[in-house]
């Protein structure tokens, strides 16, 4: 009941705001629907994160783990019901993100190709999540520890590096090609192109090929087509790292099953 009615309020604020900014004929611009997607997209990867990384910490806390790894359940089959319980739970906060981005493709200040690109996204978002939590979470006994790790390498990884590499090629121009495609597999920065790209000055009504994207590098993907196989190997990159972690989550299970960590 507590999440429901969390869920209900923030799609209350979230409807409160698109009226202040309809009243504004702010929603023809594309920052706020930038802005929209980031708190969004940054909601759902923190409760999908959270939620993995106590998924077994949780089991070793009330000590109920040892009784789990004793039933008939084989160790693919406790991740995969792991890995299904947080994708479920989640599931309805990402609803935020998909939500937004359909509503207002149907109302065309957002081009319907979006809800494909960001449907990729936030798939891919999810499995590395759920996959990185899962491995913390095999890996320590207390759940505060678990959800530090996973936060604070997806933090490295998506917020810190990114703003390392910007100021690498500030200072150090070679390697300048390599710089900027790493940051075009930061999803932060894929859902800025993405949005920016598609929102605003009747870019909504715009034939798919008509498109345009601008990437980090000038040599990068300009048009729908190339965008959307940048953001497939985006999501079948992100999607194999998640499942080498709960891969070796799984390897991790029966380790030092009654120490504590």
């Known amino acids: 009941r507590a999440g ?12 409160l705001t698109y009226a202040v900014c309809g ?5 023809d611009d594309r920052s706020p629907h930038v802005m929209y ?3 969004f997209l940054l909601i759902g990867a923190v409760c999908t994160g959270v939620l993995a990384a106590a998924s077994i910490t949780s089991e070793k806390e009330s000590r109920c783990w040892p009784l789990l790894l004793g039933t008939t359940m084989s160790d693919g089959q406790i991740l995969l019901g792991k890995a299904a319980g947080v994708v479920g739970r989640s599931l309805p906060v990402w609803l935020l993100l998909l939500g937004h981005v359909v509503v207002f493709a149907i109302l065309r200040y957002i081009h319907p190709v979006t809800i494909v690109h960001v449907g990729m996204l936030a798939v891919y978002v999810i499995v590395f999540l759920t996959g990185l939590g899962l491995y913390f ?38 390697r300048q090609d390599l710089g900027r495609r790493s ?4 999803p932060l920065v894929q859902a800025t192109v993405l949005i920016e790209g598609s929102t605003g000055a ?25 965008t959307t196989r940048w953001m497939l190997g ?12 709960a891969w070796r989550a799984k390897k991790r299970f029966r380790r030092n099953i009654f120490q504590p960590r």
């Open 37 to 39: 997607v980031w708190l």
């Open 137 to 174: 979470s095999a890996c320590f006994r207390r759940s505060t520890a678990a959800v530090t790790a996973t936060i604070g390498v997806a933090g490295v990884i998506w917020a810190v590096m990114p703003l390392l590499l910007l100021v690498v090629l500030a200072v150090a121009p070679l």
């Open 202 to 226: 009747g870019k909504a009504w715009l034939a798919v090929d008509e498109l345009e994207y601008e990437w980090p590098w000038p040599q990068g993907p300009s048009d729908a087509g190339s």
């Open 234 to 245: 985006s999501m079948a990159f992100y999607i194999l790292l998640g499942l080498l972690l």
């Open 183 to 186: 940051l075009a597999i930061n």
């Open 23 to 27: 009243f504004y004929g702010m929603l």
């Open 4 to 15: 429901i009615a969390g869920l209900g309020i923030m799609f209350g604020a979230a409807a």
